[in-house]
């Protein structure tokens, strides 16, 4: 392992600073994203508990946690070809910042599923048109939660093994 760390340390810094460089656009870009579009919707209205909702669901999904992930990255990154002998904070709760991103993963497909379900089974005026309608909900959620579960698992095994190969040089 050292061995590769040497080989590309030019390009895992690189890395480091892209990686860097997105989470903090992707968090400080979603505050920016939230707050005008926070501004923008329109409180006369019935649909602001829905509009507020997909604001706050997108700002955690699409922006917050993919930022966070993005700046653990940059974190394991330069925790690998760095002196010290701790990792970062968010390195260090990496392991449960992807079980909770599951977990809201979860929750939001099941908020979504029965939002949108109601809504397509009215439409086409099917009541089996419920089974067709969960498979696109079901399937890539199940993928997305074990991929991040498994992440998780990684983490949390690759860590000690690293700070002890640290800690014998």
Not at 61 to 69: E, S
Not at 89 to 107: E, H, N, P, Q, T
Not at 130 to 138: D, E, H
């Amino acid at each position: 392992m050292k061995e590769f760390i040497k080989k590309n340390r030019a390009l895992l810094k690189l890395y480091c600073i892209v990686a860097g460089i997105i989470g903090w656009l992707l968090i400080v870009g979603g505050v920016f994203w939230f707050i005008l579009s926070a501004s923008s919707i329109d409180t006369s209205t019935a649909q602001r508990p829905d509009g507020l909702m997909y604001l706050i669901s997108s700002m955690i999904f699409d922006f917050a946690l993919p930022g966070l992930i993005a700046l653990g990255v940059m974190q394991f990154i330069r925790y690998l070809f760095a002196d010290t002998d701790k990792p970062g904070r968010l390195l260090g709760m990496a392991d449960w910042l992807f079980y909770w991103y599951a977990v809201f993963l979860i929750l939001k497909t099941y908020f979504k599923y029965v939002f949108y379900c109601e809504w397509y089974a009215e439409a086409i005026g099917l009541e089996t048109s419920r089974l067709l309608f969960v498979q696109p909900f079901l399937l890539p959620t199940v993928a997305k939660v074990l991929i991040l579960v498994g992440l998780g698992q990684i983490i949390r095994r690759v860590m000690p093994v690293i700070e002890e190969s640290k800690t014998l040089v």
